[in-house]
């Protein structure tokens, strides 16, 4: 059974800096795209980072570019998000996600993601 489990999360103060965590068990995701979504109450899900299998590639949701960054450690299956000067605006449940396609590029559409967590809160106040 594959599982993505987040962590990290937590209350926060404006312009604190979180790092959430998403470990992948069941199955290797090394040679896949995974990446980070979030959702706040009454919005849709939007994108937030993506990283190709082997971290050659990257994408990051233009307002948060410089100040969230992703990472994969394909040795223990697992990515992170480096979040950083954070804003009340970045409150919402964040969720893991990872593709079955292999050697896909660092996707933005999460109908390219086969495989999800359940998210981690953050919620940053002012």
């Known amino acids: 059974q594959v599982q993505l489990v987040e962590s990290g999360g937590g209350s926060v103060q404006a312009g604190d800096s979180l790092r959430l965590s998403c470990a992948a068990s069941?199955?290797?995701?090394?040679?896949?795209?995974m990446g980070w979504f979030r959702q706040a109450p009454g919005k849709e899900r939007e994108f937030v980072a993506a990283?190709?299998?082997?971290?050659?590639?990257?994408s990051i949701a233009d307002s948060m570019k410089g100040r969230f960054f992703i990472a994969r450690n394909n040795r223990t299956n697992t990515v992170s998000l480096q979040m950083s000067r954070l804003k009340p605006e970045d409150t919402a449940v964040y969720y893991c996600?990872?593709?079955?396609?292999?050697?896909?590029?660092?996707?933005?559409?999460?109908?390219?993601?086969?495989?999800w967590g359940r998210g981690t809160q953050v919620t940053v106040s002012s």
């Open positions: 069941g199955r290797s995701f090394s040679r896949n795209a």
């Open positions: 990283i190709n299998w082997n971290a050659a590639s990257t």
């Open positions: 996600a990872a593709s079955a396609t292999f050697f896909g590029g660092p996707s933005r559409s999460p109908a390219n993601y086969d495989y």
